[in-house]
């Protein structure tokens, strides 16, 4: 395991994107839908740094193939309860890898009427993306290796650690 974005680099990070998020969607009905599991402690930690009133909703996803891939199969395991028509809705996900996960994201979430939809991925991992996808706020680019750490899991082991990292082959 190797430490490759340390706690402190992301707290700042994370303050600069809240900083524009809380420019761009003044005067807007802004709900930020967090992406489970991975995406918890990043949502966590943005919001407070998000210095507007704001709505909070959750959804689930499933991917049929490995448990380290996803296969462009998606599934919502778990809906969100809050209704977002007419509202300006930001995904906070963890990470975009291929792009199927949130490209299928995206349109299911702008099939519900929303104002608009925008995404906020944390990490961004280009080098093997399939479908494009727009990501309008990010936190940093990745290099291709697998990613644990800061709510991102390898079998659902590593979410809690402070840093995020990879792992070695
Ligand atoms: P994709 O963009 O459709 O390939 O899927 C992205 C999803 O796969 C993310 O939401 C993560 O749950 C998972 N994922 C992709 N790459 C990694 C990684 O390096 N570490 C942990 N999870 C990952
Ligand atoms: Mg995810």
Known sequence: MK?????????????SLARKISRDYKGKELVLVGVLKGGFVFLADLIRQITLPLEIDFIQLASYGAST?????????????????????????????????MDYLLQFLADKKARSVKLCALLDKPARRKV????????????????????????????????IAYLEK
């Open 3 to 15: 430490s490759l974005i340390k706690k402190d680099k992301i707290r700042q990070r994370i303050s």
């Open 69 to 101: 891939t996803s296969s462009g199969v998606i599934k919502v395991k778990k809906d969100i309860d809050l209704p977002i028509a007419g509202k300006d809705v930001l995904v906070v996900e963890d990470i975009v890898d291929y792009g199927y996960t």
């Open 132 to 163: 494009k996808v727009r990501i309008d706020y990010r936190g940093f680019k990745v290099p291709d290796k697998f990613i644990v750490g800061y709510g991102l899991d390898c079998d659902e082991k590593f979410r809690n650690l402070p840093d």
